[in-house]
T-cell receptor
Framework: AQTVTQSQPEMSVQEAETVTLSCTYD???????LFWYKQPPSRQMILVIRQEAYKQQNATENRFSVNFQKAAKSFSLKISDSQLGDTAMYFC?????????????FGKGTRLSVIA | EAQVTQNPRYLITVTGKKLTVTCSQN?????MSWYRQDPGLGLRQIYY???????DKGDVPEGYKVSRKEKRNFPLILESPSPNQTSLYFC?????????????FGPGTRLTVL
């Protein structure tokens, strides 16, 4: 079974600084996708960034980027120039590309607080 | 606007009183899914549907039912709710399953069963 581990239950960062959230996963699959979701106080789940395992290039979306280390099964999220609106719960998620139902497997989340 | 909607957003009910949480998507997605989110446990899948009239159990299906009579709707039914079903529920959809498609989440339904 696949598992996703987020080892940092809570983190804080000063506004405009950079912060990195850790995520490791365990799988025997070779092809899969990795995601970071943001859950602000409104509770909605918002996709932040996605990475395909077959791509060696790290995904980036504006101030958000990932460091994907396939051999180490590591998928960290870097937030640059942190903003107060980045305050949220962040979930790392894994999804194999095999057929049938293999749901998104989520980590337990990291609560990020951006401090003015 | 492409979106997944859920209703109600908040619900307080009592043990044993049947309830339905609706989910609708306007993106013509084939795959739909229900998750529950509990503190310290993350999100876990309850049921999913690969297409109309095709549904199957996820990781935590006990106490829940679903139906998929139309492509856009995927209601979650609790026939006899119990306090351990107090949770935050999310509906999600994607175009297909097993492709590059991302799952889009609804806004969530906060359910409290007394």
């Amino acid at each position: 079974a696949q598992t996703v581990t987020q080892s940092q239950p809570e983190m804080s960062v000063q506004e405009a600084e950079t912060v990195t959230l850790s995520c490791t996963y365990d799988t025997s699959e070779n092809n899969y996708y990795l995601f970071w979701y943001k859950q602000p106080p409104s509770r909605q789940m918002i996709l932040v960034i996605r990475q395909e395992a077959y791509k060696q290039q790290n995904a980036t979306e504006n101030r958000f980027s990932v460091n994907f280390q396939k051999a180490a099964k590591s998928f960290s999220l870097k937030i640059s120039d942190s903003q107060l609106g980045d305050t949220a719960m962040y979930f790392c998620a894994f999804m194999p590309t095999s057929s049938g139902n293999t749901p998104l497997v989520f980590g337990k989340g990291t609560r990020l607080s951006v401090i003015a | 606007e492409a979106q997944v909607t859920q209703n109600p957003r908040y619900l307080i009910t009592v043990t044993g009183k049947k309830l339905t949480v609706t989910c609708s998507q306007n993106m013509n997605h084939e795959y739909m899914s229900w998750y529950r989110q509990d503190p310290g446990l993350g999100l876990r899948q309850i049921y999913y549907s690969m297409n109309v009239e095709v549904t199957d159990k996820g990781d935590v299906p006990e106490g829940y039912k679903v139906s998929r009579k139309e492509k856009r709707n995927f209601p979650l039914i609790l026939e006899s709710p119990s306090p351990n079903q107090t949770s935050l529920y999310f509906c999600a959809s994607s175009l297909f399953r097993g492709t590059t498609d991302t799952q889009y989440f609804g806004p969530g339904t906060r359910l409290t069963v007394l």
